[in-house]
């Protein structure tokens, strides 16, 4: 089983829906990363959170330490958000710079 | 800044051909991150640095792969001999220290290699 788990795999939405993105893991954790990878390849980081939730324009990540469960939120979503969407997270007591990779969330939005 | 500069983007190769990929993280980070990402596997760690000196390396598949950091703005993934199980795209990624772990991952484009 692996330690970070994504779902769904695939997601298709209209333009203008809001979207869930689910992340699970199994280990203790002291950091999460969310990151987006578009068409073209490149990749963005969205959000590192330890606790809480975070804000950033349309995106909104929440993470529960104790459920070992983070979402990564898309409200009022459009064309441009298609992208993968990936968690990651850094173990504790793993070597510093060691993420996690999640195998990552394909989004597309229709217009 | 212009962010995390990495070359070739694309490299098309035959087996057996040593490959070297080079990266430019961004002026002032302090790690370093080689990652490979593949259809199967997804993105996975292979070496990362501190101030220039290799921290861990236990990603690093084989020693076929080598890496080098030799001053902060400059550092080398090398594969020889290379071989078609190394097709992926290979992603440079710098970043800060932060709270005693690492910070907000900037990534470069990634380099693509196909091994023939």
């Known amino acids: 089983k692996n330690e970070v788990e994504q779902s769904p795999q695939n997601l298709t939405a209209q333009e203008g829906e809001f979207i869930t993105i689910n992340c699970s893991y199994s280990?203790?954790?002291?950091?999460l990363h969310w990151l987006q990878q578009h068409p073209g390849g490149g990749i963005v980081s969205l959000f590192m959170?330890?606790?809480g939730k975070k804000k950033h324009g349309r995106l909104i990540a929440t993470i529960n330490i104790q459920e070992k469960h983070s979402s990564l939120h898309i409200t009022a979503s459009h064309p441009r958000d298609s992208a993968v969407y990936i968690c990651?997270?850094?173990?504790?007591?793993?070597?510093?710079?060691?993420?996690?990779f999640g195998k990552g969330t394909k989004l597309s939005v229709k217009p | 800044d212009a962010g995390v500069i990495q070359s070739p983007r694309h490299e098309v190769t035959e087996m057996g051909q040593e490959v070297t990929l080079r990266c430019k993280p961004i002026?002032?980070?302090?790690?370093l991150f080689w990652y490979r990402q593949t259809m199967m596997r997804g993105l996975e760690l292979l070496i990362y640095?501190?101030?220039?000196?290799?921290?861990?390396d236990s990603g690093m598949p084989e020693d076929r792969f080598s890496a080098k950091m030799p001053n902060a703005s400059f550092s080398t993934l090398k594969i020889q001999p290379s071989e078609p199980r190394d097709s992926a795209v290979y992603f440079c990624?710098?970043?800060?220290?932060?709270?005693?772990?690492?910070?907000?991952?900037?990534f470069g484009e990634g380099s693509r290699l196909t091994v023939l």
């Open positions: 990624a710098s970043s800060l220290v932060l709270a005693g772990r690492t910070g907000e991952l900037f």
């Open positions: 280990v203790g954790i002291s950091a």
């Open positions: 959170l330890s606790s």
């Open positions: 990651a997270v850094h173990r504790n007591g793993g070597s510093q710079g060691n993420l996690i």
């Open positions: 002026s002032g980070h302090d790690y």
């Open positions: 640095f501190n101030n220039n000196v290799p921290i861990d």
